[in-house]
Antibody, heavy 121, light 107 residues
Framework: QLQLQESGPGLVKPSETLSLICTVSGGSISSPSYYWGWIRQPPGKGLEYIGSIYYSGSTYSNPSVKSRVTISVDTSRNRFSLKLTSVTAADTAVYYC?????????????WGQGTLVTVSS | SYELTQPPSVSVSPGQTASITCSGDKLGDKYPCWYYQKPGQSPVLVMYQNNERPSGIPERFSGSNSGNTATLTISETQAMDEADYYCQAWDSSSAWVFGGGTKLTVL
């Protein structure tokens, strides 16, 4: 059974960089069938897509955060990461890592449990 | 940027049929997916490719998509179906886009 687990600081100061890691178990991040992505959800609000990465390093992301986002993959450790720079209170959210097929119409089939990141001084 | 619009809330009586809509420009040309999310839990995929159910999702769940509107239909709605529902679609300029979510209440 595939499992994804987010990890990283739960508190980040304004203007600093948010860094999260998603560790994948029960499957290989190097599978050619899947992308690995990040989605966030501010408290009490809806879902917002951040971006995704392929095992080769190819990425795409939401234009609204693209200038601040870096997503990278470490196939040797079977994990991928998110960096979001210049954070503000608006970046406070539960951050989910997830898996989706290369064929976008198949949707996001596996999600991590999510980790709350609060931006505050 | 591409946008998807959902009603904030839908109410249904137990055993009745609930319909949740998702609207977007030429959405019928895309293949929206649907997720439900219960409080404190991660989202769960309930529909993809317009009307395909992942394994484990009851047949009571069905989907349709035409024109500018996709619809998730839940027949014989049960109390356990009460959740937030999100539609999602891929757009070449915006990547993945989620609707704002619909809170389904089973009264």
């Amino acid at each position: 059974q595939l499992q994804l687990q987010e990890s990283g600081p739960g508190l980040v100061k304004p203007s600093e960089t948010l860094s999260l890691i998603c560790t994948v178990s029960g499957g290989s991040i190097s599978s050619p069938s899947y992308y690995w992505g990040w989605i966030r959800q501010p408290p009490g609000k809806g879902l917002e897509y951040i971006g995704s990465i392929y095992y080769s390093g190819s990425t795409y992301s939401n234009p609204s955060v693209k200038s601040r986002v870096t997503i990278s993959v470490d196939t040797s450790r079977n994990r991928f990461s998110l960096k979001l720079t210049s954070v503000t209170a608006a970046d406070t959210a539960v951050y989910y890592c997830a898996r989706h097929d290369r064929r976008q119409w198949l949707g996001i089939d596996y999600w991590g449990q999510g980790t709350l990141v609060t931006v505050s001084s | 940027s591409y946008e998807l619009t959902q009603p904030p809330s839908v109410s249904v009586s137990p055993g009745q049929t609930a319909s949740i809509t998702c609207s977007g420009d030429k959405l019928g040309d895309k293949y929206p997916c649907w997720y439900y999310q219960k409080p404190g839990q991660s989202p769960v995929l309930v529909m993809y490719q317009n009307n395909e159910r992942p394994s484990g999702i009851p047949e009571r769940f069905s989907g349709s998509n035409s024109g500018n509107t996709a619809t998730l239909t839940i027949s014989e709605t049960q109390a356990m179906d009460e959740a937030d529902y999100y539609c999602q679609a891929w757009d070449s300029s915006s990547a993945w886009v989620f609707g704002g979510g619909t809170k389904l209440t089973v009264l």
